[in-house]
């Protein structure tokens, strides 16, 4: 079993639905980190969630951490076509040595249909 | 804003050869990674650096592998003999803080053995 695992593994919705992500991790964690993705580019940061917070919003995004559970969601609403990507949990774990590794789940493939 | 730069986008090289992919981190960053990922897989950490020496690496990062911080703003992955299974796309990133904060990405450089 690996650290950072995302579910489903893709999800096709209309435009201005909703669309939620789950990534699941193995071991304690400092940090979880969501990145999207588009299709054969870089890595965009999108929210950063620290390990003794439960919530937090940016935007359209809103993204839970459930440290009992070892799981993490990512909620984007009203969706948009350009919401299309691959989007990735990533978590770094303690303790915080000089360069915290990130390791990354497979992650979930986000079509938004117009 | 500030953001993560790697030259070259592409690189096709033959097996053996010896490459080098460049990135610039964020300049008042001080610590870097550099991340693959192969074709269809996970994101998978490399190397870690800070002060100007390696703080972790990876099963993957052998003998082959090297990083270099030349000058005050370049940050170069090179690999001494290139593989067949060393395709795959090369990312850089940079955080301010280890532990503490986000990771930026690059776009990336996809590298292509033939």
């Known amino acids: 079993s690996q650290q950072g695992e995302e579910d489903p593994q893709a999800l096709s919705i209309q435009e201005g639905e909703n669309a939620t992500m789950n990534c699941s991790y193995k071991?304690?964690?400092?940090?979880l980190q969501w990145y999207r993705q588009n299709s054969g580019r870089g890595l965009v940061h999108l929210i950063l969630i620290r390990s003794n917070e439960r919530e937090k919003h940016s935007g359209r995004l809103r993204v839970t951490l459930d440290t009992s559970k070892k799981s993490s969601s990512l909620l984007i609403t009203a969706s948009r076509a350009a919401d299309t990507a691959s989007y990735f949990c990533?978590?770094?774990?303690?303790?915080?040595?000089?360069?915290?590794?990130?390791?990354f789940g497979g992650g979930t493939r986000v079509l938004v249909k117009p | 804003e500030p953001e993560v730069t790697q030259t070259p986008s592409h690189q096709v090289t033959q097996m053996g050869q010896e490459v080098i992919l460049r990135c610039v981190p964020i300049s008042n960053h001080l610590y870097f990674y550099w991340y693959r990922q192969i074709l269809g897989q996970k994101v998978e950490f490399l190397v870690s650096f800070y002060n100007n020496e390696i703080s972790e690496k990876s099963e993957i990062f052998d003998d082959q592998f090297s990083v270099e911080r030349p000058d005050g703003s370049n940050f170069t992955l090179k690999i001494r003999s290139t593989k067949l299974e060393d395709s795959a796309m090369y990312f850089c990133a940079s955080s301010e803080f280890p532990g503490v904060g986000e990771q930026y990405f690059g776009p990336g450089t996809r590298l292509t053995v033939t």
């Open positions: 071991t304690s964690i400092n940090n």
């Open positions: 990533a978590t770094d774990a303690f303790p915080g040595a000089a360069g915290n590794k990130l390791t």
